[in-house]
């Protein structure tokens, strides 16, 4: 049962440029987060931001929630050949715990 | 500091063996999960704990079993190995629930079966 759902499959840009990621998601949610995977290791938690909250920056991250849209997106400033990875969005399910569903993510390649 | 250790790394099986993989944690966290990773499908959820002694089913739970017995470790067993369970298997957990806290993951497992 999918939540969320990164848009686009792929993006490749060049070092400098800005990246943005969509995720779109069906029904209500507490919160919504944003994962990073480098190429054969495991997910790293990059940012939490809850429903009241419209957005939220860590670093070059940012992070904004339309609930009314049931979307939110991720702005990645100034990319970095160490960008490149796979980012994904998350939400909790309504069941199973509220354990996380993750979209399959946005693969972005930043070339130098 | 470690975090969240899963072994093995990689492991290749014949169809119909057994195996255990072990995800341990030293953050005192409550809640574990297993997910699967498979190209295309994103992460899955195979089983979750909510605390020491208690497991639940998750999305895809047929052909694997799993025990909490100590709270720091997460044991996920496949009872009779199937080429539909290749997969990247990754450990997670967090302090509570997904309402307020991120997720901390392992590295993962590699397993092929063949």
């Known amino acids: 049962s999918q939540q969320g759902e990164e848009d686009p499959q792929a993006l490749s840009i060049q070092e400098g440029e800005n990246a943005t990621m969509n995720c779109s998601y069906k029904?209500?949610?507490?919160?919504l987060q944003w994962y990073r995977q480098n190429s054969g290791r495991g997910l790293v938690h990059l940012i939490l931001i809850r429903s009241n909250e419209r957005e939220k920056h860590s670093g070059r991250l940012r992070v904004t929630l339309d609930t009314s849209k049931k979307s939110s997106s991720l702005l990645i400033t100034a990319s970095r050949a160490a960008d490149t990875a796979s980012y994904f969005c998350?939400?909790?399910?309504?069941?199973?715990?509220?354990?996380?569903?993750f979209g399959k993510g946005t693969t972005l390649s930043v070339s130098s | 500091n470690a975090g969240v250790t899963q072994t093995p790394k990689f492991r290749v099986l014949k169809t119909g063996q057994s195996m255990t993989l072990l995800c341990a944690q030293d953050m005192n966290h409550e809640y574990m999960y297993w997910y699967r990773q498979d190209p295309g499908m994103g992460l899955r959820l195979i089983h979750y704990s909510v605390g020491e002694g208690t497991t639940a089913k998750g999305e895809v739970p047929d052909g694997y079993n799993v025990s909490r017995l100590k709270k720091q470790n997460f044991l996920l067993g496949l009872e009779s190995a199937a080429p539909s369970q290749t997969s990247v298997y990754f450990c997670?957990?967090?302090?509570?629930?997904?309402?307020?806290?991120?997720?901390?993951f392992g590295s993962g497992t590699r397993l092929t079966v063949v």
């Open positions: 998350a939400t909790p399910g309504n069941q199973a715990g509220t354990a996380l569903i």
């Open positions: 997670a957990s967090s302090y509570l629930g997904s309402t307020n806290y991120g997720y901390t």
């Open positions: 029904t209500s949610i507490n919160n």
